[in-house]
Nanobody, 115 residues
């Protein structure tokens, strides 16, 4: 059974850092493109960052230079290091793994950026 479990969300002040983790199980990690998406209230879910099985990274323009996605294949875990957080980064962040027709989502973790 495939599972993606996010952790690390919470309340952070503007300008602060936060690191999200997504632990996977069920044998999907090694060959899958892993990613982070987010959904703010009243908005559609949007791409934040992805990393392929080969390590190629892609970022939304709004987070370039502030967020870093990484993966640890030994731990079957993908991370999102978020720096210089802004109030507009407030959203539920979802972990995603996909390969071909297969697509899996985590349950989401809330990130709130507020003073």
């Amino acid at each position: 059974q495939v599972q993606l479990v996010e952790s690390g969300g919470g309340l952070v002040q503007p300008g602060g850092p936060l690191r999200l983790s997504c632990a996977t199980s069920g044998g999907i990690f090694t060959y899958y493109t892993m990613g982070w998406y987010r959904q703010a209230p009243g908005k559609q879910r949007e791409l934040v960052a992805t990393v392929t099985s080969g390590g190629s990274r892609n970022y939304a323009d709004s987070v370039k230079g502030r967020f870093t996605i990484s993966r640890d294949n030994a731990k079957n875990t993908v991370y999102l290091q978020m720096n210089s957080l802004k109030p507009e980064d407030t959203a539920v962040y979802y972990c995603n793994g996909h390969r071909g027709q297969s697509n899996y989502w985590g349950q989401g973790t809330q990130v709130t950026v507020s003073s």
